[in-house]
């Protein structure tokens, strides 16, 4: 392309230089690339450009917006940042995804961090439960080396280690509890085999006084029955 009196006009092909006829394939293969990757209402955006800087332009400020917005945006995200805590019953694996995305916007918008800084954040940003881990963790002073990857690869461990000991803990109390229920229940029937035991000899000591004045009866009156036939 040249200018013409100030106006932009495409040189033909058969004019162009060894150098722009490299730069124009180029152009054309970098468009390509472009719009392959593009769906169809993107693609109506980007139809009529003639360059893939022109294409790319249009794109950019699409997704990201102007320089205005792109501000807006990285002050918005650097507020997120600061405010960043992890929520009431959060996984760390869930910690991690917010994070990442949070600073990976940043990064994209050209703000930079460093590695200790990253991670003392991640560290404070823990609720109380991980005091101890954070405490442990700080101590090592290896914060300046250590990515955030390796950091939440840590965490992670010590929540699967945390979650195993309260299931450990969790079915250990109830073997205790089932074996205390299983114990009342011992008592209780021993306590009802004892007190049926108890009723039946009851019951047999009742029969024998019974059965032992049936016979006292009779004795009294057959004496009584012979003492009438003498005086007769």
């Known amino acids: 392309m040249s200018v013409v009196n100030g106006v932009s006009v495409i040189k033909p092909y058969n004019?162009?230089?060894?150098?722009?006829?490299?730069r124009v394939q180029y152009?054309?293969?970098?468009?390509?690339?472009?719009?392959?990757?593009l769906n169809l209402d993107k693609f109506f955006r980007v139809s009529q450009c003639n360059s893939a800087k022109e294409m790319w332009d249009i794109l950019?400020?699409?997704h990201e917006g102007t320089n205005d917005v792109k501000r807006a945006r990285k002050h918005a995200l650097i507020q997120e940042y600061e405010l960043f805590r992890m929520q009431q019953g959060e996984a760390i694996v869930d910690v991690q995804k917010r994070?990442?995305?949070?600073?990976?916007?940043?990064?994209?918008?050209?703000?930079?961090?460093?590695?200790?800084?990253l991670n003392i954040k991640i560290l404070k940003c823990l609720d109380r439960s991980w005091q101890p881990k954070v405490t442990t963790i700080s101590e090592t002073r290896y914060l300046t080396t250590l990515t955030t990857a390796t950091l939440f690869g840590k965490l992670?461990?010590?929540?699967?280690?945390m979650t195993r000991l309260k299931e450990t803990e969790y079915v250990e109390k109830k073997s205790k509890s089932l074996a205390l229920k299983t114990k009342v229940a011992d008592i209780e029937s021993s306590e009802e085999s004892s007190n049926e035991c108890s009723d039946t000899e009851n019951l047999?000591?009742?029969?024998?006084?019974?059965?032992k004045f049936i016979k006292m009866k009779g004795k009294m009156k057959n004496q009584r029955s012979k003492r009438y036939n003498k005086i007769i």
Request: proline share 0%; glycine share 4%.
């Open 60 to 62: 950019e400020v699409t």
């Open 204 to 211: 047999n000591l009742l029969t024998k006084r019974f059965q």
């Open 156 to 161: 992670r461990e010590n929540e699967l280690e």
């Open 27 to 37: 152009d054309c293969v970098t468009k390509n690339i472009i719009t392959f990757v």
């Open 15 to 22: 004019e162009l230089s060894e150098a722009e006829n490299k």
């Open 99 to 117: 994070f990442t995305h949070i600073i990976n916007h940043l990064i994209g918008l050209g703000k930079q961090f460093d590695e200790e800084e």
